[in-house]
């Protein structure tokens, strides 16, 4: 189960990073935080 996909408030790119770091921390290779927006590398 995603918890990510269970938060129905919207999540600041911070706290998305946050969380798929805290799941798994190769989730988030390939992804940037470009002017506080995630953008896929």
């Known amino acids: 189960m995603n918890p990510i996909?269970?938060?129905r408030r919207a999540l600041s790119a911070t706290e998305?990073?946050?969380?798929l770091t805290?799941?798994?921390g190769e989730s988030v290779q390939g992804w940037k935080l470009i002017d506080g927006a995630l953008e896929k590398a």
């Open 5 to 7: 996909h269970q938060n």
């Open 22 to 24: 805290q799941l798994n």
């Open 16 to 19: 998305i990073v946050s969380q």
